[in-house]
Every structure is written in structure tokens, then in C-alpha cells.
């Protein structure tokens, strides 16, 4: 089977992450089959679980029976599976046959895809790799969507290896077990807290897999469900409490016990709100890196009026159709602001603070503070830059964040180990590569300098990474989620709240900070 039949496109669109025969090996070594089990294998490509799986039910029947006998059995009574990938059902039917000296003759492996094979009993193992970030036609998706999207009132992530969780786990019998490879993604991101919720109506088992294959840079995971209803999870063989993790809302199945403690009072949620801000369509037109005290404009920008065409409207569109309104206006001539930016002969120097140009929130390595780089043109609260997305492709419409625009809070580099935070003086535009957090209204103004203070700890990001989001990409609620520092008695919180003032005041001013400062922040936050 040529690499190129299976390419990178159709891997990736199908979610194919094939399982490497050698570490299915070792987690079917660890079952109880007996030859009355009905096992599942819901998406078996190239048989990385299907082949361990027939091996150890060769072994559980008796040797008085021949080879064949054994694999009449097996495949007639014990082993159901489906593949979507017609090629991959092909190619692994025939290295059945190749690998047993076996005709296969009644069999339950089907080619189709899980979501239309219905079935009428229940089994006591699912054992498989479910494709993981796989898409769904949609509507076919939809349809999935109101059968799978929900349990337990909490919100299931509509993506495969979820979808085919739920459903697999929802076909065995009490008692029976559920053992999958997947993305270590689940276990914190926010999206599939919904998951994560289902699943620990149950006991869980999940170890880290030290190494998979060259197929995926993703860290993997085995998790094994027993269908008992007695919730308990167990992570890498330690016992983790379940009404702890209930406390964080986003139910983490990777943190440790001294991270979840925290969570015994309110989040940050309760004193902030976080945001991302905009994408400007055309960076290249509006932004301008400044150099100290100037920049250089190179554009001429001249709002006109024209009236709406039919390509026009088209080609902004999302679904290449245009409804009854805009067919109306185009018919009846409606005009509309259109924006026209002409190079100038000569660049002009702008000098700044200038009202035509405001700062640009840019993503930053720097902590504390950090001076702006690059600033937007934004003449008439931002007429050209508004007028430039509203008339081009229907995903630049959004002004993302526009309500943060110019409030003081904080910002932090989106994609980092750690949270740099720092501080965001008044009067920034946002840009929707660098998050935002703003104190909400009637929260004390010096709570700001307060959670600045508290992000820049390790310990803040420690409970980052183990209860809410251990990937480096760090969301607007992930920091949302963060336990607010109950813990801190008031005398501290001043000292804090001055110290964060100071740092921010000397930073501004290019003066030399105190080269601890985190330690000196970590131990205020014990």
C-alpha cells in the first residue's frame, strides 16, 4: 500500500492515526477474554488492535480445536468491526487471510462508517485508536450532533474520537470495558470538558503512552473505562478525587491533587472578563511599527461610495448565495461606503502621540510591561480598517473584542509554557492573536495589579498546566478559570497590589526592576 494512496489531506480529514501492532500488543495482553465475549473494534484500519486482539482469542480457546476452527469462531461469534477507508477494510481483510492462512467466510468486519452501523447487542470490550480530529459532512455532522452532542446537561465536542467515546461506551454491558488510544489534548483543553464529565460517571483508568509513532507529534494517552458506575479515576497509576476535580469546572484529568486544592473559592472569572480583539484583514494597510517617537505612513486612504453589485456581494459570501435583501438592494441601487488606499509619492513621518494612530495590543515575549511596537490606524475610530473588513469576505466582518478596545487590563503571549502577563495601559486596539483581560464592572481597580501579580507566579501557571489547559496554547477562558487567591490575608494583598504598581511604574519608565521578582511574588502567593 504506496504512501501516496493515503495522503496527508485524506489522513488528516478522516482523523487516521494508525496504531503501531507492538503497543496495542501490550494492552490486550492485559485482558480476561473468554470465548463468550463480543468485542468491538469500531475503526480498525490496518488491524494495529484488530491482529493482538485475534492472537489472544486463539489462545483463550481450547487446543483441541484446530486453527480453523478457532478463526471460524472468533470471527463468527467474537469479533465485530468497522473501517470507513475502503482501501484500509480491503488491505487489512487480505492480510488476515495472508497472515492466518485463512479464507475469511462469515465475518462481522463491515466497511462503513461507525456512525450508520446500528447494532442490536451489547458488547463487553471496545477496544481501538478512534480517529481523533477527523471531520463530519455537515449535516451529517448536525444530525450526530443532536444523538451524541449532549449528556449528563453538559456539551459534547462534535469530533470524532469524542462522538465514537460516547457511542462506544453507550454499547457496552455492565461491567464491560472500553480501552482507547487518544490525543493527550482531553484530558485539560476546555472543550472537551464535556467528555470528561461523562466519562467520570464511570471508572477510569488513564497512563501516558511514552511513545507512539512518527505519525503524530501529539501526546498520547491510553484510557480504559469499565461501564460500573462507581466514578473513579486513576491517572499513571494514582488515585485522583473526583469531587475535587468537580470544583475547577472543566473537570482535568491530569491534575494532581495539590493543584485542585486551590479551587475552594471563587475563579478569576468572578473579578475578570478575557477576550481576544480583532484581525484587521490586511495588516500590511493599517499597521505601522514605530520607531521610538515616529512612524512612517506610506498610504493615502479615501472612503467613496458606490453602489453594491451582484459579484461584489457574491464574493463575500460564505455559502456562495445570496439572500432576498441583498438581491433587493443591489436591484434598487443601494450604495455603501467602499475604501480606496492609494500609495503616496512621498512616505510621511507621523509623529506620536498622534489621534489618527493608536497602539496595536501585538503578541510579546516580555512580562510586566512592554512598550508598543506597532500602532493602527484608526482616524474616526477606525473608519478605513471597519469600512476595509465590512465589504470584504463575510470572516472579516466581526470586530472581535471591540468593547476592550482601549480599557486598561493585561494581556499575555497566547502560545507559551508559561503565562507571561503583562500590564496593558489605556488605550490599545486588540488584536485577535494577543488575549486580553479586563476587570469587570464594580471590581476594585486595584484587583488588577492584584491578578497581575498572582499570574506572574509559578504556582499560577502550575495550576494552569495541571487543571485547566496543558497544551502551550493558552485561552481567554483558561485564565478565566484560574482560582482567585482566597488564601491571601489583606495585609499581603497591599503589599502585593504596590509591589505589581512598582514593577509596572519602573518598567514604563525603563528603569531596572528587581531581578526576582517572581520569587519574591511566589512567596507572597503561599
Known amino acids: 500500500m504506496s504512501q501516496s494512496k493515503y495522503s496527508r489531506d485524506k489522513k488528516k480529514q478522516l482523523g487516521q492515526f494508525m496504531t503501531p501492532e507492538h503497543l496495542a500488543s501490550k494492552f490486550i495482553s492485559r485482558r480476561n477474554y473468554k470465548i463468550t465475549d463480543k468485542i468491538l473494534e469500531p475503526s480498525f484500519g490496518k488491524g494495529g488492535f484488530l491482529f493482538p486482539i485475534i492472537d489472544k482469542l486463539l489462545s483463550v480457546y481450547p487446543n483441541n480445536l484446530s486453527k480453523n476452527e478457532k478463526l471460524d469462531a472468533i470471527f463468527g461469534n467474537n469479533i465485530f468491526g468497522v473501517e470507513l477507508d475502503t482501501d484500509l477494510y480491503l488491505y487489512t481483510l487480505r492480510e488476515i487471510e495472508t497472515r492466518y492462512d485463512y479464507k475469511l467466510k462469515n465475518h462481522n468486519l463491515i466497511n462503513s462508517d461507525f456512525f450508520l452501523v446500528n447494532y442490536d447487542i451489547l458488547f463487553n470490550y471496545c477496544e481501538g485508536n478512534p480517529p481523533f480530529g477527523g471531520t463530519f459532512e455537515t449535516h451529517f455532522g448536525e444530525k450526530l450532533d443532536k ?44 472543550t472537551m470538558k464535556g467528555l470528561r464529565h461523562f466519562l467520570l460517571k464511570n471508572e477510569i483508568i488513564v497512563e501516558y503512552i511514552s511513545e507512539f509513532s512518527e505519525e503524530t507529534s501529539y501526546g498520547m494517552v491510553y484510557f480504559n473505562l469499565i461501564n460500573n458506575c462507581k466514578p473513579q479515576l486513576v491517572i499513571n497509576g494514582i488515585k485522583v478525587d473526583i469531587d475535587l476535580i468537580s470544583k475547577t469546572d472543566n473537570f482535568p484529568f491530569l491534575a494532581p491533587n495539590d493543584s485542585i486544592n486551590y479551587f475552594k473559592g471563587v475563579t478569576l ?58 438581491l433587493i438592494d443591489i436591484e434598487n441601487g443601494k450604495l455603501e461606503k467602499i475604501l480606496k488606499v492609494e500609495n503616496l509619492e512621498s512616505p510621511e513621518i507621523v509623529y506620536i502621540p498622534n489621534d489618527n494612530y493608536l497602539p496595536y495590543n501585538k503578541s510579546s515575549s516580555e512580562e510586566i510591561f512592554d512598550k508598543p511596537k506597532t500602532y493602527i490606524y484608526w482616524k474616526n475610530d477606525g473608519e478605513a480598517v471597519k469600512t476595509f473588513k465590512k465589504t470584504g469576505p463575510w470572516y472579516l466582518h466581526g470586530i472581535g473584542g471591540e468593547k476592550f478596545f482601549k480599557k486598561e487590563g493585561f494581556t499575555w503571549r497566547l502560545i507559551s509554557d508559561d503565562i507571561r502577563v503583562r500590564y496593558l495601559p489605556k488605550g490599545y486596539i486588540l488584536d485577535s492573536g494577543a488575549p486580553v483581560g479586563i476587570i469587570n464592572d464594580g471590581v476594585d481597580e486595584d484587583e488588577l495589579y492584584f491578578i497581575i501579580g498572582w499570574l506572574l507566579t509559578t504556582k499560577a501557571t502550575y495550576i494552569l498546566k495541571n487543571t485547566i489547559n496543558h497544551t502551550k496554547n493558552i485561552q481567554s477562558k483558561d485564565i478565566e478559570k484560574l482560582p482567585y487567591p482566597i488564601w491571601v490575608d489583606d495585609k499581603i494583598k497591599i503589599e502585593i497590589i504596590q509591589y505589581v504598581k512598582e514593577l509596572i511604574f519602573k518598567k514604563i519608565n525603563s528603569f531596572d526592576i528587581d531581578k526576582d521578582y517572581k520569587k519574591k511574588l511566589d512567596i507572597l502567593f503561599l
Open 147 to 190: 444523538l451524541f452532542g449532549y449528556r449528563y446537561n453538559k456539551k459534547i465536542k462534535k469530533e470524532t474520537y469524542s462522538f465514537f467515546t460516547v457511542k462506544c461506551s453507550e454499547l457496552l454491558e455492565e461491567n464491560g470495558q472500553l480501552g482507547f488510544i487518544c490525543s493527550n489534548t482531553f484530558l485539560s483543553i476546555s
Open 269 to 326: 472569572s468572578k473579578y475578570i472578563t478575557c477576550s481576544s480583539g480583532m484581525t484587521t484583514g490586511k495588516n500590511d494597510l493599517f499597521l505601522k511599527e514605530v520607531n521610538e517617537t515616529y512612524l512612517i505612513e506610506k498610504f493615502n486612504y479615501n472612503i467613496i461610495i458606490e453602489p453594491k453589485t451582484y459579484e461584489k456581494e457574491l464574493s463575500r459570501t460564505k455559502l456562495g448565495k445570496l439572500n432576498k435583501n441583498k
